[in-house]
């Protein structure tokens, strides 16, 4: 079957599904499903059998079962938050669901129940501090890292040791790490082969580069390049963050100068090159990269429209494709690859 694009649309209380071509990129609507209270972060666990979804106008996460025949979603069970969470991830196991919370200064850890859906109590509830807004597991499923925007943040990499039989946490040896300047780390992606993690900086509009030890779970800055072209003086700020499955091309997009920045990787060392600019619609918040890394799909936060784009497979060059309404402020876009 062709793969599956769901978009939440927080503004419209809805997930919206599309079919994607995978030799042209084309979308198709194939659906929608009700999620009252904003849905927006999502999170699909390793089988690909459950979609957790945040509901942040009413602190709650619903998970629904993926229907493997047509990508259709069903409610399997819903939790009750005591604040809303920003962003949501699954442990390499898919045992537990992770969350990270903005205003309510901290992370928390809901075991995944028998039958598949989220389950409360979570199994661990620790408090961080203002502007977490990332919480995801090293490849080893061994080690997690909570940022923290600078300004109304303080500017820090959280770094925790995860225990997968339990999920608990337990501080790192070093338990923060400061980065250069205040660039106000928000989201992250790992490298696929090499034990590098990028964050994209909100504030400093740029993306660093971390070595990670493998030993210690614990990161040192490498590089920092800036995600805005030279010259340019506007008022930005960078979203999330992407790697090509293939770990050649890296993405992050800036809101207010409206673009995707694309960045090559070096085959041996991971270090940064950018590779130019694509202009996206008016606040390019949510963005994901297809599973062959031959396309890339930005949704406009103000526009309410979604483009598709070809990779150049050569240069990392995005090549616009289309462009499809899709409905107000979409906050997330998932890709799925069905067996």
């Keep these: 079957m062709p793969d599956l694009v769901y978009v939440t649309l927080q503004g419209d209380d809805r997930i919206t599904r599309f079919t994607l071509d995978r030799a042209t990129g084309r979308l198709e609507r194939a659906g929608d499903v009700g999620v009252p ?16 979804v945040a509901r942040r106008g009413e602190c709650k996460i619903s998970s629904f079962r993926i229907d493997p025949r047509t990508g259709d979603l069903s409610i399997a069970g819903t939790v009750p938050l005591p604040t809303d969470p920003c962003y949501i991830s699954m442990d390499r ?18 075991p995944i129940g028998a039958d598949g859906a989220v389950a409360d109590p979570p199994v661990e509830r620790r408090e961080t501090a203002r502007g977490a807004h990332c919480f995801q597991t090293d490849p080893t ?38 980065p250069p300047g205040e660039v106000g780390p928000r989201h992250y992606c790992f490298h696929p082969d090499k034990p590098i993690v990028y964050f994209s900086n909100e504030q400093g509009c740029s993306v660093t580069a ?31 963050i992407r790697m090509t499955p293939s770990g050649k091309f890296l993405y992050a997009p800036n809101r207010g100068h409206n673009s995707i920045a694309g960045f090559s990787v070096d085959a041996a060392t991971g270090f940064l090159t950018p590779a130019g600019h694509a202009a996206a619609e008016p606040v390019p918040r949510a ?29 990392g060059r995005l090549d616009p494709i289309e462009t499809y309404p899709v409905g107000t402020r979409p906050m997330w876009v998932l890709i799925l690859r069905l067996p």
């Design 37 to 52: 209270g904003g849905p927006a972060p999502m999170a699909v666990d390793p089988a690909q059998g459950f979609l957790h």
């Design 93 to 110: 196991r898919g045992r537990y669901l992770l969350s990270a919370y903005y205003e309510g200064k901290g992370v928390a850890v809901h």
């Design 141 to 178: 499923n061994r080690f997690a890292f909570v940022p923290h925007i600078a300004g109304r943040g303080p500017n820090e990499i959280w770094q925790f040791r995860f225990d997968p039989e339990t999920g608990r946490l337990t501080p790192n040896e070093t338990p923060k790490v400061f």
């Design 210 to 240: 971390y070595r990670l030890d493998a030993a210690t779970g614990t990161l040192s800055a490498l590089q920092t390049v800036p995600t805005l072209p030279p010259g340019w003086s506007g008022q930005s700020s960078c979203a999330q």
């Design 287 to 315: 963005f994901s990269i297809d599973p062959d890394g031959k396309f890339l799909y930005a949704g406009g936060l103000e526009s309410g429209r979604l483009t598709a784009f070809r990779i150049d497979a050569a240069s």
